[in-house]
């Protein structure tokens, strides 16, 4: 009789267990439904979220150096590039130097000063300082110039335009034309204007030349 009321003690023990267990499953089933809607909904909002854009200050320019010429081009015809600075704020400036890239395969450059050996663009007519360095590397395509000692004064004066050279050349094939400006990078010199107060480099914007030659 005894032994009877134990086995019955132990089933009764054994499904209350059983109940508990099938009790915390739900509890915990419920729990992973309820994180897993959350994880949706926050998902959904933050792919709603506009996003976040860390933009770089933009730093306007102080001056400008450009290449004008024809629209058009014919092959083998005599052709010239007007280079100039523009001022796009008041400034002295104590030196410039250019660095202007072309492609030989393309253009020949013409020498604008016959008295001088080698080949140089024609400066005559700049009124922007003393001409310290003209130089055409045929070989490298490359065209470079540097102005220097100029007077303690605005020589640059705000959306006025100062031709700085000349630059004759003839198209030697039909097709696309580009004649540009070499910015200055960390290793490796390039265009640059130097302000006279400051002694720095000051931001320049430069316009290239593209043509097509018909």
């Given at each position: ?27 915990l ?28 200050p ?102 006025e ?42 931001e320049?914007?430069?316009k ?7």
């Amino acid at each position: 009789m005894k032994l009877i009321k134990n086995i019955q003690s132990l089933q009764e023990g054994s499904g209350f267990f059983w109940a508990v267990l099938v009790l915390c499953l739900l509890i915990l089933g419920e729990s992973i439904w309820v994180m897993g809607k959350f994880t949706d909904k926050t998902s959904d909002q933050l792919l709603k979220a506009p996003a976040i854009i860390n933009r770089q200050p933009v730093t306007e320019p102080d001056i400008a150096v450009y290449l004008e010429g024809e629209a058009e081009l014919t092959q083998n015809k005599l052709s010239t590039l007007t280079l100039g600075i523009q001022g796009i704020k008041e400034m002295e400036v104590a030196g410039v130097d250019l660095v202007i890239n072309y492609d030989p395969k393309t253009i020949q450059l013409v020498d604008g000063d016959s008295e001088t050996a080698g080949i140089q663009v024609n400066t005559e007519e700049t009124k922007f300082g003393n001409v310290a360095r003209n130089l055409v590397e045929e070989d490298r395509g490359r065209i470079v110039l540097s102005f220097v000692n100029l007077d303690e004064e605005p020589q640059v004066v705000q959306g006025e335009k100062t031709i700085l050279a000349e630059i004759s050349f003839l198209p030697l094939t039909k097709g696309k034309v580009s004649v540009s400006f070499k910015k200055t990078t960390e290793n490796n010199p390039g265009t640059k204007v130097i302000n006279n107060k400051t002694l720095e480099e000051v931001e320049v914007e430069t316009k290239n030349y593209n043509v097509e030659v018909k």
